[in-house]
């Protein structure tokens, strides 16, 4: 069992950042690939970028590709998110997502196994 605590939301103005965090609990973080989705009032849950669990691949949204960096740090059990050049259209409730190993097409939100409870992020303009 996994349990993942995201952080860092907040409101920011356009052309802000924000760092997300989501903490995982469990020894074996290391084995798992991380995932980031956003979901906006009265959208479907969309993907944003996803590393690997060897930190060596990683993937993003072309909505955030270039703005955005994922990564993370197994020492801390941890995943983060950076948010650059923000735009009010990432405005969403921000969730983490974990899997065990490799998992092909991991774009999709069904193939990971445990999620956060989410953390808002406002972006005003």
């Known amino acids: 069992q996994v349990q993942l605590v995201e952080s860092g939301g907040g409101v920011v103005q356009t052309g802000g950042s924000l760092r997300l965090s989501c903490a995982a609990s469990g020894r074996t973080f290391s084995r798992f690939a991380m995932g980031w989705f956003r979901q906006a009032p009265g959208k479907e849950r969309e993907f944003v970028a996803r590393?690997?669990?060897?930190?060596?691949?990683?993937d993003y949204a072309d909505s955030v590709k270039g703005r955005f960096t994922i990564s993370r740090d197994n020492a801390k059990n941890t995943v983060y998110l950076q948010m650059n050049s923000l735009k009010p259209e990432d405005t969403a409730v921000y969730y983490c997502a974990a899997v065990m190993g490799f998992v092909p097409n991991l774009r999709a939100s069904g193939k990971y196994d445990y999620w956060g409870q989410g953390t808002q992020v406002t972006v005003s303009s």
């Open positions: 590393i690997s669990w060897s930190d060596t691949n990683t």
